[in-house]
């Protein structure tokens, strides 16, 4: 039985069993004139002429039918489409705040989790002759602490200004990387936005944080240079977050996405710590991507790029690569890039890189698994149901969970909800004492898109800095039927684990739960498992039609414009051990926003803000 708020899991000890026993990755039956090797593709839905024939819909780069940007990456192709500043338009803005957090204070001395963005950041822009702007979304977060100091960062729309050029509406500034800071240990916050590079009005968010040992705080994230090209930046407070120094260049890479940035010990310098930021490039006109990489070794203010790793298509394995998520070795200065390779089948696969030297030189771990296109790959299917989230720049295919019913219309034969967030795989990883932590959402099926299918969470683990691995389900899908999204955290010496993810339950609502779990004897133990959510809460209307024809009945639109459609939680959340305590830090929907008429979501609905809790390990 599920308690309020909270619920202890059925200890189990979840002994690994050796690669391969049972087989991962599932095979289908063949077609006629099928290769006997052939790995069948998994997908549910092939794309017919329809979709091949929508030129709005060329040029993104796509696999198996689905989108690949993150948001942040999104925004940064539209910007590029709309320009730079123009001369700014007469604007009106209205104040608009959520409902009262007089309950805040006591939330947060009753151990429980309280809201961290400012509300009052929130308002409504309303130019002539197109719909409202409702800037209120705040998701996507990754956290850092040094003693009493928490800097969270998050996406956010709420330092825009859209104006009326000549040929129609541009940004006049868009600052989408956000954060909030307490320097209480999370009793009181502050919220602010990092400073774009000089000559820049552009951050395009994606945020990851981390801090080094002398306290000094980094927030890497997507942006341009003052040319408008896109670029890798990175912010640094030397104050403990109470101020970041406008942005630097990282590396300029108009291709760029999904930047993960890692802080820890040099391997021979003991006293100095090196930054790494790892992020996947698109190239050649999106058919294809590259893992590229620079590291810092004074701090952030010149770095030396590389590239890590360039796939080429295989049949099995696709050209594209996914998400990163670099992590240091505190105890060796090891440095772990877990990521995603694509496949042409159903399941894709997770790679590890490891460098002993700081990052001037990188090998593949071995998984060893049997069936597995090489011996670095670990094969994992991504959960969610492939739904159309409107055509243009913006949206495309997406990977999603949802509420409420299939309003049909969708092209080649894809449903489309108006509640919906989208979903990816990024490994995330941590590493302790030569032990490494990745976890996952996975897929209950070995098809590709399977709708009746429903996610877990998995962890993979070397307990001997990757010479053998382990694969546990940590997250069965037992009670609820979607666990998306993870971030992992482990406290010094690897002893202990805490998994942040969302669950969707049967009713469709989602939650955000906190598991802990001890490493032990070579196994790992769940202990329990708590709901940091005060209750679960409604999906937003992130996929609202937006017919601007009769003849064109297929765009889709965010109730918040500056967002994507189907974008609503974020693409990642966050978990930090520090100590004896463990902090998250999340995208919810417990509040609730009123859209006003001319809005496609025009009423109340939920709104996403960012929440924050401290827990006792």
């Known amino acids: 039985m599920r308690e309020s708020g909270t619920y202890s899991a059925r200890k189990h000890t979840t002994c690994a069993p050796a690669f391969g026993e049972p087989t991962l990755l599932a095979r289908r039956g063949r077609s006629a004139g099928q290769p006997k090797n052939a790995w069948p593709s998994g997908a549910r839905r092939e794309l017919g002429p329809a979709w091949a024939d929508d030129d709005r819909d060329k040029g ?188 630097v260049i990282a590396a300029v890479d108009d291709g760029a996405d999904k930047p993960w940035l890692a802080v820890g010990r040099d391997p021979f310098d003991r006293r100095r710590d090196n930054l790494y930021i790892a992020w996947l490039s698109f190239q050649s006109n999106n058919t294809r991507s590259v893992l590229q990489f620079v590291r810092s070794t004074d701090g952030g203010q010149n770095w030396s790029p590389q590239t890590v790793f360039a796939p080429t298509d295989t049949g099995i394995l696709s050209a594209f690569v996914l998400f990163s998520n670099p992590v240091v070795d505190a105890s060796n200065g090891r440095l772990y890039i877990p990521f995603v390779h694509v496949s042409n089948i159903a399941a894709d696969f997770i790679k590890v890189l490891v460098s002993d030297d700081g990052g001037q030189t990188f090998d593949f771990l071995r998984f060893n698994v049997a069936g597995a296109p090489d011996p670095f790959a670990f094969p994992n299917v991504t959960p969610g149901e492939r739904t159309d989230c409107g055509a243009g720049r913006d949206g495309g295919v997406r990977l999603v969970i949802h509420q409420g019913a299939n309003l049909g219309g969708g092209r080649a034969g894809f449903p489309r909800f108006r509640q919906a967030t989208r979903l990816f795989t990024q490994p995330s990883a941590a590493a302790e004492s030569g032990k490494i932590f990745i976890a996952l959402n996975s897929s209950t099926s070995p098809t590709f898109d399977d709708p009746n299918a429903n996610s877990e969470i998995r962890l993979l683990f070397s307990l001997n800095g990757g010479v053998s691995w382990q694969a546990v389900t940590v997250v069965p899908a037992i009670f609820d ?52 959510s005060s209750a679960a809460f409604d999906l937003t209307p992130s996929n609202n039609p937006v017919e601007f024809s009769p003849t064109d009945p297929v765009l889709t639109a965010n109730y918040d414009r500056i967002f994507s459609a189907c974008y609503d939680v974020g693409e990642y959340l966050s978990v930090f051990a520090k100590g004896s305590e463990v902090l998250a830090a999340w995208g919810e929907n417990r509040n609730r926003w009123t859209s006003p008429a001319g809005s496609p979501a025009a009423g109340t609905h939920a709104q996403p803000d960012v929440f924050f809790q401290r827990l006792e390990d």
């Open 481 to 532: 039927r979607h666990h998306v999204l993870p971030s992992i955290a482990a406290n010094k010496g690897g002893e202990r684990l805490h998994i942040a993810y969302y669950v969707q339950q049967a009713d469709e609502r989602v939650r955000v739960d906190l598991l802990r779990a001890k490493v032990e004897d070579g196994r790992v133990e769940v202990e329990h498992v708590r709901t940091l």
């Open 60 to 247: 993104r780069p796509t696999n198996k039918g689905v989108d690949l940007r993150s948001h942040g990456r999104e925004l940064a192709d539209r910007v590029r489409e709309k320009g730079l500043k123009v001369e700014r338009a007469p604007e009106r803005h209205e104040s608009r705040g959520h409902e009262s957090r007089e309950r805040d204070k006591e939330l947060e001395e009753e151990g429980l989790s309280v809201q961290i963005n400012d509300p009052a950041l929130d308002h409504i822009q309303t130019l002539a002759g197109t719909r409202p702007f409702e800037y209120s979304i705040q998701s996507e977060t990754s956290i850092a602490a040094f003693g009493d100091d928490i800097v969270v960062g998050y996406n956010s729309s709420a330092d825009t200004l859209v104006v009326q050029g000549p040929e129609g509406l541009v940004f006049d500034h868009k600052h989408a990387s956000a954060f909030s800071v307490s320097h209480d240990g999370g009793r009181t916050w502050t919220s602010g936005f990092v400073p774009p590079v000089p000559g820049s009005v552009f951050t395009f968010g994606d945020p990851s944080l981390a801090v080094d040992r002398r306290g000094n705080f980094f927030y890497a994230s997507l942006g341009t240079d003052a040319n408008g090209i896109n670029a890798i930046i990175v912010n640094k407070s030397t104050d403990r977050g109470r101020t970041f120094a406008p942005a």
